[in-house]
């Protein structure tokens, strides 16, 4: 990362994107939304593999759902970050249908009754990205 | 723009660029810099500092930007008219060639002023949006070495994403 000083003027700038240290590189690639690190992934293999890091995927689940849900909760890590990032954008309405009667009830029963739907919609969500699993290892 | 019976009040810092040159910087400045704090608080800033992965050209940005910030936020407006200005400036400020703003991200990596990172790491983002595979291997110099297969097989797990 470190500039040249012995290099004329014209290459004093000669950073590049690939220069950065891989979690800059992992930053900048976090404020991407999935179908742009999807074009991103096919530009190297160094990108392909810098596009599957978790620690991405994480940031992007965070970005987006950190302040209304506990990811570390859903799939209780067994899905990777880039699968939850998949769902939660599939059914991300479920997310706020929870979330929205959890805060304007005053009902521990309901409370309780609407969380034990969620942990069944967890459930439901982490049986059906096993089967998804599966279907891809068949193929 | 300090009298120098303001001088003598304020706290000033003397930071050495790569290349040599000396900026004077107030303290206000001074301590967005992450990475000289501690030599600040500890006294040992004497008698300056030197930056050695910053370049005279990209430290000038570097605290015109935290100049800029520091008077917003002591400037007394409120909140919601000190955060529209500093958006407009930063919009400005981001408006800048290509490689100015690989360096400013480097710098501020390096610098850890955490506000002008994410800043110059969300603009870096917003270049690679909107353009073609092609072009994104042209702006960051790299070359496609996918197989065939390969790039199907990639092409295949991200194909939710492409949707």
């Known amino acids: 990362m470190e500039v040249n000083c012995e290099d004329s003027d014209e290459t004093v700038f000669a950073l590049s994107f690939s220069d950065f240290p891989e979690d800059v590189q992992l930053f900048i690639l976090s404020f991407l939304d999935p179908s742009e690190l999807a074009s991103f992934a096919c530009t190297s293999k160094k990108c392909f593999s810098l596009c599957r890091d978790e620690s991405l995927w994480f940031s992007m689940c965070d970005r987006r759902w950190g302040s209304c849900t506990l990811l570390k909760r859903w799939g209780q890590g067994k899905i990777s970050y880039k699968d939850l990032y998949r769902i939660l954008s599939e059914y991300e309405n479920l997310i706020g ?11 521990v029963n309901l409370r309780m009754a609407l969380s034990c739907i969620l942990s069944g919609v967890r459930f439901i969500l982490l049986g059906q990205e096993f089967r998804l699993q599966k279907t891809d290892l068949m193929k | 723009m300090s009298s120098s019976t303001e001088l003598t009040e304020k706290k000033v810092f003397l930071l050495k660029s790569l290349d040599g040159v000396i900026f004077e910087v107030e303290e206000s400045v001074a301590v967005q810099l992450e990475v000289i704090r501690e030599l600040i608080e500890g006294d040992c800033a004497r008698p300056f500092i030197s930056l050695y992965n910053v370049t005279s050209e990209i430290l000038a940005l570097v605290i015109e930007y935290c100049k800029h910030h520091a008077e917003t936020c002591s400037g007394g407006t409120s909140a919601t008219i000190a955060d529209e200005d500093l958006k407009t400036f930063d919009n400005e400020f981001m408006n800048v060639d290509e490689n100015i703003l690989l360096e ?4 501020a990596d390096y610098l850890d002023i955490k506000s002008l990172f994410e ?3 969300r603009t870096l983002a917003s270049l690679i949006k909107d353009r073609t595979i092609i072009e994104v291997r042209k702006m960051f110099n790299v070359e496609n070495d996918f197989s065939v297969v390969e790039e199907k097989a990639v092409r295949k797990e991200f194909a939710w994403a492409f949707k």
């Open chain 2, 119 to 121: 800043l110059t790491c």
């Open chain 1, 97 to 107: 249908f929870w979330r929205r009667y959890r805060i304007n009830t005053t009902s």
């Open chain 2, 104 to 107: 400013l991200c480097s710098a």
